[in-house]
């Protein structure tokens, strides 16, 4: 019931053996020792897990390692280039977006994957994209702030 | 907690698809996965063999035949929300769409997996009702159409037999100048609604109704249409609907109770809800769509 996978995890290829119940998320980390994909709920209510697949965001807790075959993954890992944190990361940092940081992971990873929907996109559209994911920590405002942020300075670098 | 073991299958073709539900016995389709993987990691299911049917390129495809939609069982929700051919034709289901769970969640979730899984509160099996959607079956034993009023078999479960699958959800689009509404009553954004309800208004040129249909959801085992409340609606001209009537319909239709709503509450919020439905298609009626 196990099988080889191959993927690519924030551009690298990479490859190694996944038992068939076993889901993404826990392939990330204790597979491929990435440990920066958080497991929260592991029933798809807490949004922790997000990771982006094929460019879309998803919830590694709800989808099966073995369905990654072939895939391209994103995860928090892959967002700080050469040791600097992207764009959103500083801006969670500026911000306050974070204080335990446990559901930070899944939060950087959904609204990246908004930000490159929708470069400028509004508090409404932010709030209703992490509408699936929780924060015990910060109340949301931070986060939000964090992200308006970085749709600003993409406004203005496009305008 | 974990997922039990169990095989994985990955059909490429329905034929393949076909032969391992005929030939396997405790098996369960994966489609999406946004419920199903869910309730493997709860242990809520235990499958012996879990068939993955991603990989099944004929499941995904969403055209138009004639004067019919056609959307593949596998079509997530994702492109159905974002595809200029549903916006056009189907609006309705765009406006529900904004509501089935969230980003990530539709990134992966299918029409076909929400119709099959069949949860009371879901908003897509309720606009399949709404739109008298027909349900093609597909298996070893050869497909067959089933409309929506027989699709609904029981609590969660759609008019399928084990050796049979959904290939494809065909809905003929209302005409363009369709009035359409929705509305629902959630706790939180993305969550299940606890009541919603859907409305679809056809009118002449004097403002006449000429046809019109009503579907509450989250009030029992399955959508419920209005056919009494619809048939009076026709013939009526729309600029003077009976919403309190409308409402008083809503609200005489069986409603279940749990642990967390009872049964009058969800009574109350169906009369609302079905107001603010057909208020909404109502102020549609006959405009040009942007
Ligand atoms: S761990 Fe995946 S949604 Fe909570
Ligand atoms: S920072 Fe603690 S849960 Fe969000």
């Given amino acids: 019931m196990t099988a ?22 826990d392939f990330l980390r204790h597979v491929l020792g990435l440990t920066g994909t958080h497991m929260g709920c592991e029933h798809g209510v807490c949004g922790s897990c997000t990771v982006i697949v094929d460019g879309q965001p998803v919830r590694a807790c709800l989808m099966l390692a073995r369905q ?32 335990c940081g446990f559901c930070t992971p ?7 994957a908004l930000l490159r929907d929708v470069p400028n996109p509004g508090e409404s559209e932010i709030r209703a994209a992490i509408s699936g994911n929780i924060c015990r920590c910060t109340g949301y405002q931070g986060i939000v702030e964090a992200a308006l942020a970085v749709a ?7 305008s | 907690m974990k997922a039990a073991p169990f095989h994985f299958h990955q059909p490429a073709t329905l034929a393949e698809l076909a032969g391992l539900l005929t030939s396997l016995s405790n098996a369960r389709i994966l489609a999406g996965g946004q419920s199903l993987v869910a309730m493997l990691n709860l242990r809520l299911v235990t499958p012996d063999h879990l068939v993955d049917i991603n990989k099944i390129a004929d499941l995904a495809t ?44 539709r990134s992966r979730g299918t029409i076909g997996g929400s119709c099959c899984h069949l949860d009371p509160s879901a908003e897509l099996p309720a606009m399949c009702a709404l739109l008298d959607a027909a349900f093609t079956v597909n298996g070893a034993r050869g497909r067959r159409i089933v409309p929506a009023s ?7 479960q759609a008019a399928l037999a084990e050796d049979e699958f959904l290939e494809s959800i065909s809905i003929t689009p209302w005409s363009g100048k369709h009035g359409y509404g929705f509305a629902e009553y959630a706790r939180r954004h993305g969550d299940y609604a606890i009541v919603g309800a859907g409305a679809l208004l056809e009118a002449d040129g004097e403002g006449t109704i000429k046809r019109a249909a009503l579907v509450l959801f989250g009030c029992d085992t399955a959508p419920q249409r209005l056919p009494q409340a619809e ?16 409402a008083a319909a809503a609200r005489a239709q069986e409603m279940m109770s749990d642990a967390q709503v009872t049964a009058a509450y969800r009574a109350r919020l169906a009369g609302i809800m079905m107001h603010r439905a057909v208020k909404a298609a109502q102020g549609r009626l006959n405009k040009e769509r942007p």
């Fill in chain 1, 106 to 112: 899944g939060m950087l990873m959904t609204l990246t």
């Fill in chain 2, 62 to 105: 969403l055209r138009q035949t004639g004067g019919t939609i056609e959307i593949g069982a596998m079509v997530r929700q994702h492109t159905l929300l974002h595809a200029p051919l549903i916006a056009q034709h189907l609006p309705v289901l765009v406006e529900a769409l904004g509501h089935v769970g969230h980003m990530q969640t």
């Fill in chain 1, 4 to 25: 080889m996978l191959t993927l690519t995890v924030n551009g690298r290829d990479m490859s190694a053996a996944a038992p068939a119940n076993m889901h993404l998320g």
């Fill in chain 2, 150 to 156: 027989d699709w609904f078999a029981g609590l969660m």
């Fill in chain 1, 152 to 158: 600003t300075r993409n406004e203005a670098s496009t």
């Fill in chain 1, 68 to 99: 990654a075959q072939g895939a391209r993954i994103e995860t928090v890992e892959g967002l700080a280039q050469d040791g600097r944190l992207s764009p959103l990361q500083a801006a969670f940092r500026d911000h306050h977006a974070l204080q």
């Fill in chain 2, 231 to 246: 048939a009076a609606l026709v013939g009526t001209r729309a600029a003077n609907i009976d919403f309190a009537g409308l």
